[in-house]
């Protein structure tokens, strides 16, 4: 989820908009973490059944406003690039915008998935399910991230290569190696 707001921050130039971004999100999940803590722990030490109950609908809850969470982000982001990139003429971008519509479906039928896992009663069915979507949820954020990069670097734009420690350019004329220098 934080790479998925940390591509809107990029899109965003006003900083006050950035940080209530961010902030807004990472209040969200903390809040969310600590009351999972709250209930999950007394819930598998079997205080009382009060717990156990409480935690098999906040686990439903809690998956559900991640779900509403990474929905509105994705939408977020797909709205921000269509009215500050490509209606502004920047066409390569809706490459970007296109793609991530159609992963979109991809990523929210998981969490859906997930959601629906949780009201088995075979727990041993949501331990295995559980990893593979946020596998797979990661993945997404990855790819995402590489066809940016990759539309960044048509531009002409320099942009830091991971191969070698190389600036490189969309043509490849101007590759320079980058050394550091030591003071002594």
Request: charged share 20%; with cysteine.
């Amino acid at each position: 989820m934080l790479i998925i707001v940390n591509r809107l921050c990029i899109l965003y130039a006003d900083r006050r908009q950035r940080r209530k971004l961010r902030f807004f999100t990472a209040g969200i999940v903390t809040m969310i973490s600590l009351s999972t803590a709250c209930i999950w722990i007394p819930a598998q030490l079997q205080i009382n059944h009060t717990y156990i109950w409480l935690d098999r609908w906040w686990d439903r809850f809690e998956k559900t406003i991640y779900l509403l969470l990474d929905l509105s982000l994705n939408i977020l982001f797909i709205r921000v690039v269509k009215t500050r990139l490509v209606d502004y003429g920047l066409k390569k971008y809706d490459k970007v915008m296109k793609f991530n519509e159609h992963i979109i479906f991809v990523s929210i039928s998981m969490d859906i998935i997930l959601l629906g896992v949780t009201a088995l009663h075979n727990g041993f069915v949501y331990c295995q399910f559980h990893p593979v979507t946020y596998i797979v949820k990661l993945h997404i954020e990855i790819t995402m991230s590489r066809l940016l990069i990759k539309v960044a670097r048509s531009t002409g734009i320099n942009v830091y290569s991971e191969e070698k420690g190389r600036m490189t350019t969309s043509d490849n004329l101007n590759t320079q190696t980058l050394t550091p220098t030591v003071n002594m």
